[in-house]
């Protein structure tokens, strides 16, 4: 039997966890620059257009990989919504055999395409917002327009997309604040999602006492009633969720909050995913040091199996949890590396 033509199996990690959702950066560009995520001038190393994958080159990678075990991709960058002709790699990516298709997006762009996405078939977005103050909202992502991405999740509430929002926790700015953003998503149909500062990016360039983990998160969220078991989603990403106890005002069903603390506690062992940077590279994890180019496979005629092999080389690579914690601890984290931010690897 050809080796392209044999029966598919799962692509699995070295732990032998089964990877069932990707990230897939499809642009390092964005039109905002967060302090935690770039420079103030933006990304350093745009690649040129060329050095992206093309959308064919994606929509096979993927459609391989959904007859591998793969459920869900989730879009992201940089800031996915500025890459060209979004919509059609949407509708083409939706029709690749997987089951969800969601896209992480700074909302700028939303108010104009949220309607389009959802017909070419995104079942959903995270939308960063990292305050509900146009002045702070504006220095965190140094300009950023808190009345656009506004627009931006009304059009994506009309449009009928599921809505999460993400914020990213930082002690001089927002902390004071994580109630009151919780509210405002639920009070448009939203779950909020709070994310601890990742020593990542420009995240690695902020002061530690940035950093604000789970414990102290719970209690900035005291006031909401949240109960005390935090629950996973199998097989849809990293966060945690707290409910409020028993139902909402009116008899409206619990609501819920997600935390994201992948630093102050990890949850490695339940991760089911891999990255694939705009470039073609796969990143098994955010802090893994292994990467592997599939860009110049894709380009040169590789087949199915020899993509294959590589992706399952790369998953290898894939250690049983990662040390951000124990580097920050310990002093020696590798700030050149851990440089290499969300925007480049794909948040
Ligand atoms: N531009 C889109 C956005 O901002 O939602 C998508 C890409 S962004 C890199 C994806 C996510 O990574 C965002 O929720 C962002 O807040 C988060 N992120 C970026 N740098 C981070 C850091 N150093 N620590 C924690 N989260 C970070
Ligand atoms: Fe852009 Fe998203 Fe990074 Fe902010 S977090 S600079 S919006 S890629």
Do not use: I
């Given at each position: 039997m050809p080796a392209d033509h044999e029966p598919p199996s799962e692509l699995r990690d070295a732990e032998g966890r089964a990877i069932r959702y990707l990230r897939l950066s499809i642009t390092d560009r964005c039109d905002m620059a967060c302090t935690y995520c770039m420079p103030p001038e933006g990304e350093r190393e745009h690649g040129l257009r060329d050095e992206l994958l093309s959308f064919e080159e994606i929509v096979r990678l993927v459609r391989l990989l959904a007859s591998h075990g793969l459920r869900r991709v989730r879009l992201t960058g940089g800031e996915p919504l500025v890459r060209r002709d979004v919509v059609s790699l949407v509708a083409r990516l939706a029709e690749t055999g997987i089951e969800d298709l969601w896209l992480t997006t700074n909302?700028?762009?939303?108010?104009?395409?949220a309607e389009p996405l959802r017909a070419a078939g995104l079942v959903g977005v995270n939308v960063s917002v990292d305050s509900l103050d146009p002045a702070r909202f504006a220095r965190i992502t140094r300009g950023g327009d808190l009345f656009g991405v506004r627009r931006g999740l009304e059009a994506a509430l009309a449009a009928g997309l599921s809505l999460r929002t993400n914020t990213v926790v930082l002690r001089s700015e927002n902390l004071g604040e994580l109630a009151a953003i919780a509210r405002f998503a639920w009070s448009i149909g939203a779950t909020p999602r709070f994310i601890e500062l990742m020593p990542i990016g420009e995240g690695a360039r902020?002061?530690?006492?940035?950093r604000v983990g789970a414990v102290e998160m719970r209690a900035a969220l005291g006031?909401?009633?949240?109960?005390d078991e935090a629950l996973g989603d199998p097989g849809r990403g990293p966060a945690r969720y707290l409910s409020t106890r028993g139902e909402g005002t009116g008899g409206a069903p619990a609501r819920r909050v997600g935390l994201i603390t992948a630093v102050s506690d990890e949850f490695c062992a339940s991760c089911n995913r891999m990255r694939v940077t705009s470039h073609g590279e796969v990143r098994p994890c955010l802090a893994s040091r292994r990467a592997v180019s599939l860009r110049e496979l894709l380009r040169g005629g590789a087949s199915d199996r020899e993509v294959l092999h590589a992706l399952g080389w790369a998953l290898g690579g894939k250690g049983p949890g990662h040390r951000f914690d124990h580097d920050a601890q310990s002093g020696t984290l590798d700030v050149d590396h851990h440089q290499v931010g969300m925007s480049l690897v794909g948040g």
């Open positions: 909302g700028s762009r939303l108010a104009a395409l902020l002061p530690p006492s940035e006031e909401l009633g949240l109960g």
